[in-house]
């Protein structure tokens, strides 16, 4: 053993390098090696970071557009109660989405990615969720009517013990509808489980002026920024609020 030291350290003061320049060229080496490993991963398709998604939602719209960014979720609807009070639109959703994503996550392994998510229109100060009833629906739909508000959804992503979460918001405005439109789009059903008693995705479209942001964030899943922290949480892994740009 003493020998091959020896050995080693003729053959490097041949080459006319010292312990410390092997050292260094180690950890230079190592170095590159973690540079070359965090591209790979980056470089890497979210299907392929991501291959067991869970979506903590019920919503029929929500598993629709997860597929468009390719991702084979199973679906599996949180039980909780959307009861959290809080002014703040922005807080709301996210706190209600956050909710959602841990009580699935709970129920799956670690290496499940799992999506919570929420959405709310914000008009005139006051959060309107989905109607209660008719009534409501009406209420909701006359105050919105020839005016413009705000959608807000909120995003919460769990995985291997990381937790993450952002909000979008996306700015509707509506054409003035008349008492009779109101109540026929009322009597198509579409309203009542949607917030703000309307969906743009259906047959509310004629009555949608113009929008100022991401339509998915709408239909209740802002799907270029959600793109955009997976390929965050897949290639950093950091459990961390994504800066808005
Ligand atoms: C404003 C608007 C909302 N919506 C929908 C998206 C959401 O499904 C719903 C808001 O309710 P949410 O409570 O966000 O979601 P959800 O109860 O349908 O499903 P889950 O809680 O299990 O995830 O309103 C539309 O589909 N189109 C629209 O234009």
Redesign the pocket.
């Known amino acids: 053993m003493g020998e091959d030291i020896n050995k080693a350290e003729d053959f490097l003061e041949k080459l006319g390098l010292s312990k410390e320049d092997v050292d260094l060229l180690e950890h230079k080496l190592k170095e590159r090696e973690e540079r070359r490993k965090e591209a790979e991963r980056k470089e890497k398709p979210i299907t392929v970071l991501f291959p067991k998604v869970v979506l903590a939602?019920?919503?029929p719209?929500?598993q629709e557009l997860i597929q468009l960014l390719g991702l084979q979720a199973e679906i599996h609807?949180?039980g909780i109660a959307?009861d959290v009070t809080e002014a703040d639109p922005s807080l709301l959703v996210q706190k209600l989405a956050f909710q959602?994503a841990e009580d699935v996550a709970k129920q799956y392994p670690k290496d499940y990615l799992v999506i919570g998510?929420?959405?709310v229109?914000f008009f005139e100060d006051r959060i309107l969720?989905?109607p209660k009833n008719e009534e409501d629906a009406y209420r909701m739909l006359s105050a919105l009517s020839g005016r413009t508000h705000q959608?807000y959804t909120g995003v919460s992503l769990h995985f291997q013990g990381k937790k993450m979460g952002f909000y979008e918001k996306t700015e509707v405005q509506f054409a003035r509808l008349t008492e009779r439109e109101i109540w026929d789009y009322i009597e198509s059903k579409e309203p009542m489980?949607?917030?703000?008693a309307?969906?743009?995705?259906g047959r509310f479209a004629p009555f949608v002026k113009g929008i100022a942001g991401d339509y998915y964030n709408?239909?209740?899943l802002p799907l270029a920024r959600l793109y955009q922290a997976l390929k965050f949480l897949g290639a950093e892994g950091e459990a961390v609020e994504l800066p808005r740009e």
């Open positions: 939602s019920a919503s719209r929500r609807p949180s959307e959602k998510a929420d959405t229109v969720g989905k959608v489980d949607k917030a703000g309307y969906g743009i995705q709408v239909m209740g």
